[in-house]
């Protein structure tokens, strides 16, 4: 597989998303977020709940489908029906339950239809991911890439037209109505993966059969009992600041919720990696495992770089970008920011390091690792949130999301580049030290020269330009190969 055909593809994907969804991280979601206000936190606590729930609906299936996919099409097509099969009954579950947690459990019926409509948004989330893993074996990128940014285009059209069109719509927005709009765009984004699906696949539709799905579940269950841990120590963060928080819960989780929600647009871009990274691997695991260590190289200084860069920008404009985005912040938003930029390093190596031991099918290890994540990470929020008697909890939060992330990718890390007989430090690691005082250099300057106030309001757009410059600069990303792309389109292998 030519070095070239990753960039071919990454290039795409990250063109299309970074159109499309800064517009709805900034303009819809905060958007949203400065409307309703306190009541976000609610918002956001039940997303994370829903999306550790949504596991119900995908068990494992999607990393199983991509990875069967990339190895074995054939194999993955007769079980196509099989797998759509078994997510319907998942939801009939899903909804059972649903129902079942009203009876024993106090919830507003507000609560009650936000908990329905986001967790039917998973099982859409869940079909579309499944949809795309086709793609993404056969190496469709531009296709899965497409489908990616689907709902959210759409989501952009509706509303923004309610927001900053209709007249007053503002006043028809709450945490309810954003729900709606996105089941709306999930529905539709499902249809369309489905159909390109089918037409593509011509997977044998056939109605499943009980024999064939306890197969499926069975080798499902190592990527579902992952997902679970993986999903619980990212998180559960949120559901224990609104519960457990002495302070206002509500109003706690809330200002975690505009922090992360910076770190969730970042990890989109970053899951663009790992959808190219995983069926790669795949593929190289079985024919060339040679050309591993090249391809951990290209993504490690992709990913890492900017992950650095972002660092350092927290660090020293983190206050600053969260005033401008947000109406309604405190003295530690930055602060909780910048301990969550550690916390997105984090999650950037294991974007790596995850999904070449889940191409390699070392789910045994992943698993122990995430479980030590997920009990570091429980018990340190249960034990720092009862001593912080006034606001504070929200960055105690942070700086465990922070401690878990990293410690989870260094073990993941160490254990990987042993495994494949990688070298412990990249003989190229100078680079990341230097890009972080560069960046450190640039914004002393800002800061202590009259540039600050020759760019004024524009000064953070400057400070994120020279970033991508030096990443340019010190090779994080090579331009001469990126330029190539644009003149020669690359076979995809």
């Known amino acids: ?19 499309v969804k800064p517009v709805s991280i900034f303009a819809i979601d905060a958007a949203v977020q400065n409307i309703v206000g306190q009541q976000y936190g609610i918002y956001f606590a039940f997303f994370n709940l829903s999306l550790i729930i949504s596991i119900v609906f995908d068990f494992g299936v999607n990393n199983f489908s991509t990875r069967l996919s990339a190895q074995n099409l054939p194999e993955a097509k007769k079980l196509f029906s099989t797998i759509l099969g ?61 489908l990616s940014i689907l709902d959210r285009l759409l989501l952009i059209l509706s509303m923004g037209y309610i927001i900053y069109v209709y007249p007053d719509g503002f006043k028809l927005v709450d945490i309810e109505s954003y729900s709606i709009f996105q089941f709306m765009c999930y529905a539709l984004s499902f249809i369309a993966a489905g159909s390109l699906a089918i037409y593509y696949t011509r997977p044998k539709l056939e109605w499943p059969r009980l024999s064939s799905i306890l197969p499926v579940l069975k080798k499902a269950f190592p990527f ?38 910076l770190i969730d647009a970042l990890y989109m871009f970053a899951m663009v990696f790992a959808g190219l990274l995983f069926p790669m691997f795949s593929k190289l695991i079985k024919e060339r495992p040679s050309a591993i260590e090249p391809l951990v190289k290209q993504a490690s200084r992709l990913l890492l770089g900017s992950s650095i860069a972002f660092i350092v ?66 018990c340190l929020n249960l034990i720092l949130f009862p001593k912080v008697h006034s606001i504070g909890a929200a960055l105690i939060a942070a700086g465990v999301a922070a401690l878990t992330q990293i410690l989870v990718a260094l073990t993941q890390a160490i254990y990987c580049k042993r495994l494949f007989g990688l070298p412990l430090i990249d003989r190229h690691f100078y680079r990341y030290p ?56 690359s076979k995809t292998q």
């Open 1 to 19: 597989m030519k070095e070239r055909s990753f960039y071919s593809n990454l290039f795409f994907s990250l063109g299309l998303n970074l159109l």
């Open 313 to 378: 920008f927290s660090l020293l404009r983190g206050g600053l970008l969260m005033d401008q985005i947000y109406t309604n912040t405190y003295v530690d938003s930055g602060s909780i920011l910048f301990l969550l930029s550690i916390a997105f390093f984090g999650m950037a190596s294991n974007l790596i390091y995850g999904s070449l031991l889940t191409a390699n099918g070392s789910l045994g290890v992943l698993n122990r690792i995430s479980f030590i994540g997920v009990i570091v990470n429980i």
């Open 434 to 489: 230097l890009l972080a005082f560069a960046l450190v250099f640039w914004f002393v300057i800002v800061d202590w020269t009259p540039i600050g106030y020759v760019y004024g309001d524009w000064i953070l757009l400057v400070d994120v330009s020279v970033s991508i410059f030096l990443l340019f600069a010190f090779k994080f990303i090579d331009i001469k190969e990126l330029i190539s792309l644009v003149q020669t389109r």
């Open 86 to 146: 078994l997510r319907f009954l998942l939801m009939l579950s899903y909804l059972a339950g649903i129902g079942l947690l009203k009876v024993f459990i106090t919830l507003s019926w507000t609560e009650y239809r936000l908990i329905l409509l986001l967790g039917l948004n998973q099982f859409l989330i869940a079909n579309i991911s499944f949809f795309r893993s086709y793609f993404a074996g056969l190496q469709r990128f531009r296709i899965d890439a497409f």
């Open 224 to 261: 579902a009992l992952l997902i679970v841990l993986m999903t619980l120590y990212t998180r559960v963060d949120a559901l224990l600041l609104l519960h457990f928080s002495r302070y206002n819960g509500q109003q706690e989780a809330a200002y975690y919720a505009q922090a992360y929600r």
